[in-house]
């Protein structure tokens, strides 16, 4: 009998009854954007983000939102090509800034 530690990752409670794609998920190589741009073509007024009381659909994030923070990076000096770092609490501005 194997020693249960308590610790999910190392027990494996629900390996047994999981299916073939809850143990090999399907992680696509690609980036947040193409991600969202994607679901925008088929969900575009479901909601991509709920946080507190702000929420964003999924066409307000690629119509509105990433518009709007591309030309105030724009007006900050950043150029196309440029790689820079963005520290932000986990708000749905965040992922609008990815």
Known sequence: MK?????PGIDKPNEESASFFEKNPIIPN???????KL?????KEKVAVSCYDLKASY???IDQDAVTISLALKELGVKKGQIIAISMPNLYQAVACL
């Open 3 to 7: 020693k249960i530690t308590g610790y």
């Open 30 to 36: 690609t980036n947040i954007y193409t991600l969202i």
């Open 39 to 43: 679901l925008n073509m088929f969900y």
């Open 59 to 61: 066409g307000q994030l």
